[in-house]
C-alpha cells in the first residue's frame, strides 16, 4: 500500500499528538520508548522493505492507548482512528495502522491476527525495545512502578523482574520476524544474560 498522497509532514503533526496525548506516562512505555521503537523500525524497514509512512506512524501510535494507564483496555487502535481521521489520512490507511497497533502486543499472543510485512516490522521495533540495556531498565522501571520487586531469593509465586526475563524477555528474539532485527537482538540478548549473571553472583545466587 503506498500513501504518497498524504501530506509529508503527518508524522510530524502525529508525532506531536502522541506527545501530548502520553505526556507523564512512563514505566518504560512513555514518549522515549515510542521514539526508540521508531528509530528501531525505520532501520528494520530499510533492510526488510515495506512501506515506511505506514510503519513510522504504527510505530509512534502503537502505545497511545495502552491498557496499563487506561484501567486495563487497551485503546491504541481506538486512538489511532481517532488521530489519523482528524488528520485526513486516507480510510485504508487509517485501517491499515489501526489493525497493525491492535495486533504486535506480545499479551495478544495467539489471538492476534496475522500482521503486513509494516506490521511484523514495527512489532520486531517494540519487542527489540524490551531487549539491551534498554529492556533491563525498562524492567526496573516497571517494577518500581507498579510495586514489583526486581528480585526475591525465594520468589514463590510473586512476580520479579528477574522472574520476567525468563518468563517473557528471553523468548523474544525466537518470535522476531525480520532478519534485521534478530541480528540486533543477537547482541542484545547476549548483554542482558550476561547482566543477569553478574547480579545474580553479587546477590550471592551464584559462585
Known sequence: MQVEHLDTSITERVEAIVRERMDGQAAGHGMDHVLRV????????ADAGGDL???ELA???HDVGDAKFHEGRERSAEFAREILG???ADGDVIEHVAHIVDNISFRKGVDASELSLEGKIVQDADRLDALGAVGIVRTIEYGAA???PF???????????????????FKLKDLLNTAAARRLAEQRESFMRTFLDQF??????RG
Open 38 to 45: 521508531l528509530a528501531s523500525a525505520r532501520t528494520i524497514q
Open 53 to 55: 509512512m505506514i510503519v
Open 59 to 61: 510505530a509512534l501510535l
Open 86 to 88: 482528524g488528520l485526513g
Open 146 to 148: 507498579f510495586g514489583q
Open 151 to 169: 528480585y526475591l531469593p525465594d520468589p514463590g509465586d510473586a512476580k520479579t523482574g528477574v522472574g520476567h526475563f525468563h518468563d517473557k524477555l
Open 200 to 205: 545474580l553472583r553479587e546477590c550471592g545466587a
